[in-house]
């Protein structure tokens, strides 16, 4: 048992109501510069959509992640050892401009400083590449709510699971069918960018598992942009490097939650750490995509277990790491309640973002548009869901239709419990028997209502305290050659520059 920490997130969809704060954070703190114009690396998406950059989930286009080969091995989808030296220098898959989009600004001195005129002055916009005049047709949030059409939204690779009738029903009433979708970096715990990158420049860290690049390192040949199935690594035009979402550990070592989390309206984010058998990583992602979610949820580890806790002693992690692991929200939802899914897990890079399914789409359809429809009827109608099941399963279990019917139905078992405690429309008998059929008990649903519902930072973010630098200049520890024995679990490779 090799015992590894990682900080894990979940993002809970039924709260998330689209209004990109955590994106505009993101871009204030990170990229806001030159060469960086173009990139989000935080993006929240309307789905069914094409996403940002433009059909990122196509991975026929794009060959992104892992496959299983003839053999039974994994092996990176966008290169092979045979060819890996010739797409250093033209990789066919490798995602254009015209993917994202070209960045922009406007000529405000048109507007401060017109000639006198009859016509209100206005600012055309200018390319921030060029810096000529042009024309946009395409941007970072381009299909945001549909757009008020659906054009955009037919083209979501996951709508090819549904029927043609299925599809007609979804864009019936098209604002009612949507759903939204944050998206950063997962860092997985099998990153396909970590393997295909040639120069070593993107790590894993050792003492909390969050991916970076080492901008010293970083040569720019972008196989990691290829390779990651999530397109959330980007290339700085400017300074030649690729750059992606850092989970902005310099806050997280001081205690701050990221900026996205702390910046969200809707309080959907979690963060804790979760422990894992990193020898068990490999075959898991070998399983058939129907069992990857189960395959993934293995692999964890329970951080109360005597024999985990002393493999972790055994790795280097620290006992704070232990004791947040113990507090983690993230290990409640995942595995405990079993109510969060991780995004595309068919990609086998085991993303340790997860996600909980959003249940309102449900009641929609279910309700006939009427929210707060009768709850009886609504339990046996989530198959009807306004957002068909097989479009979620597509999403968030690698089409397996009963993981997320599970989690639909234990969402609503929760919704119906606490109605029948403070409110009559339900009684006690039909709340038990929804508990009962949905697998949880009183217990269970009043704790997920209060995880969900909770405003508390310090419930949602659950990290150690202990700031990397005051740890690391603890008497004895040495950073340049360290080992894990002073278990703090700093286990950095002097010759990756951390």
């Not at 030159?34 to 026929?60: C, F, H, R, S």
């Not at 029903?169 to 997985?188: A, D, Q, T």
């Not at 740890?471 to 490779?493: H, N, V």
């Amino acid at each position: 048992m090799d015992v590894r920490a990682q900080t894990a997130m979940v993002f809970h969809l039924d709260k998330c109501i689209g209004c990109h704060t955590c994106s505009v954070a993101c871009k204030n703190v990170w990229t806001d510069r030159p060469g960086a114009e173009y990139m989000w690396w935080n993006n929240v998406e309307t789905k069914p959509g094409t996403g940002y950059p433009t059909l990122w989930e196509d991975q026929i286009n794009y060959n992104g992640g892992w496959k299983v080969d003839e053999e039974g091995r994994l092996q990176l989808r966008c290169q092979s050892k045979s060819d890996a030296f010739v797409k250093l220098f033209y990789n066919p898959n490798q995602p254009g401009l015209d993917d994202y989009y070209e960045p922009w600004t406007y000529q405000y001195d048109d507007l401060f400083d017109p000639e006198q005129g009859d016509d209100q002055p206005t600012a055309r916009p200018i390319s921030q590449l060029t810096g000529k005049e042009m024309k946009i047709e395409a941007g970072p949030n381009w299909d945001d709510d549909l757009s008020g059409s659906p054009i955009y939204a037919e083209n979501d690779p996951n709508l090819q699971v549904l029927s043609d009738e299925d599809r007609r029903m979804l864009f019936e009433v098209e604002r009612l069918s949507m759903m939204y979708l944050p998206r950063i970096c997962n860092h997985c715990a099998n990153p396909s960018c970590v393997a295909a990158c040639p120069s070593g420049a993107i790590y894993k860290r050792g003492e909390d598992g969050i991916v970076l690049i080492n901008q010293e390192i970083c040569r720019g040949w972008r196989n990691c942009i290829a390779a990651c199935p999530y397109k959330k690594i980007y290339f700085n035009w400017v300074t030649g490097k690729s750059e992606k979402c850092i989970l902005c550990y310099p806050r997280i070592e001081t205690g701050q939650a990221p900026a996205c989390f702390h910046s969200c309206v809707g309080r959907i984010r979690y963060m804790g750490v979760l422990l894992y058998d990193a020898e068990q990583v490999e075959s898991a992602m070998q399983a058939p995509d129907s069992g990857l979610v189960d395959a993934q949820r293995a692999v964890l580890l329970d951080p109360s277990d005597p024999k985990v806790i002393e493999g972790a002693r055994r790795s280097g992690i620290s006992e704070a790491m232990l004791e947040t692991a113990r507090r983690s929200p993230v290990w409640k939802y995942v595995m405990e309640w079993k109510l969060a899914l991780p995004l595309h897990p068919e990609f086998r890079t085991m993303p340790m973002l997860y996600y909980v399914p959003p249940l309102m789409p449900v009641m929609g359809r279910a309700g006939e548009g009427v929210y707060g429809h009768d709850l009886d009827e609504l339990f046996g109608k989530i198959e009807e869901a306004r957002l068909p099941m097989k479009y979620l399963a597509a999403l968030f279990s690698a089409g397996n239709v009963e993981l997320v019917e599970g989690v639909m139905r234990k969402l609503l078992a929760v919704r119906i419990a606490m109605r029948a405690k403070d409110l009559d429309d339900v009684s006690q008998a039909r709340a038990a028997r929804a508990l009962r059929d949905a697998d949880l008990t009183q217990a269970q649903a009043e704790a997920i209502y209060r995880l969900t519902s909770l405003c508390d930072e310090h419930a949602r973010y659950v990290m150690p305290p202990v700031q990397r630098e005051e740890a690391m200049s603890e008497p004895g520890c040495r950073p340049d050659a360290c080992k894990g024995e002073c278990g703090l679990g700093f286990t950095r490779p002097p010759e990756r520059g951390r």
